[in-house]
């Protein structure tokens, strides 16, 4: 299975500033997810990031507020903007595992936390 | 409303003890998948399951599928203090052409498993 490597790790950031996650995987992917997970709660998709086009933003996430780059197969950003303290979450990349290969694979997440 | 019901959503139990979680929808899914998460890093993928009634075992975890492909359990038997973590099921509505889309994510089962 992919490898993902995720950063930051985790980041206090200050309200009304900007923080860009990084994910790089190990190998081509077609399509990368991006989750959010609140304290105590399940994931939720924010996107879906394929490479060469827009990605698609599930109800309730704007592009102008989760900006989000896909350059090339092995790498996607997410950008959280415009930060306030409900954005305290940990946001995870993930991929999946491609034909015949039901399994996806995660970073270990950045562990975010807006004052 | 939530795709994918999970329950029960916390559970403490002594080790040497038996337990299940359920996941059930009112929705068909090409697959469904277990993750096992801990603290401060991303789900880690179990099992998947594909076939309508199918049943997976990782040694004392067994896994089962629908038939109708609507719902899911584990099972763990006699648990170990090392069993305790958050599990997720999280399934897969679209398979694209065999590549999968995004995941829908249970709430979650918090287990601690007490000695």
């Known amino acids: 299975s992919a490898v993902i490597s995720q950063k930051p790790s985790r980041d206090i950031c200050q309200r009304g500033t900007s923080l860009t996650i990084q994910c790089q995987v190990d190998s081509q992917v077609t399509m990368m997810f991006w989750y959010r997970q609140q304290p105590g709660q399940s994931l939720t998709l924010i996107a879906t990031a394929n490479q060469g086009s827009e990605a698609t933003y599930e109800s309730g996430f704007v592009i102008d507020k989760f900006p989000i780059s896909r350059p090339n197969l092995t790498f996607s950003t997410l950008t959280v903007s415009n930060m306030s303290p409900e954005d305290s979450s940990i946001y995870l990349c993930?991929?999946?595992?491609?034909?015949?290969?039901?399994?996806?694979?995660f970073g270990s997440g950045t562990r975010l936390t807006v004052v | 409303t939530q795709l994918l019901e999970q329950s029960p959503q916390f559970l403490s139990i002594q080790e040497g003890e038996n337990l299940t979680v359920y996941c059930n929808s009112s929705?068909?899914?090409?697959?469904l998948q277990w993750y096992r998460q801990e603290p401060g890093e991303g789900p880690v993928l179990l099992v998947t399951v594909v076939t309508g009634g199918e049943v997976k075992k990782l040694k004392r975890l067994t896994f089962q599928f629908g038939d109708a492909r609507k719902d899911s359990s584990l099972h763990i038997t006699a648990a170990q203090t090392g069993d305790t973590g958050l599990y997720l099921c999280a399934g897969a509505l679209k398979d694209y052409g065999g590549s999968q889309g995004n995941l829908i994510f249970g709430k979650g089962t918090k287990l601690s498993v007490k000695p």
């Open positions: 929705s068909v899914f090409s697959s």
């Open positions: 993930s991929v999946g595992g491609g034909v015949f290969n039901y399994g996806y694979t």
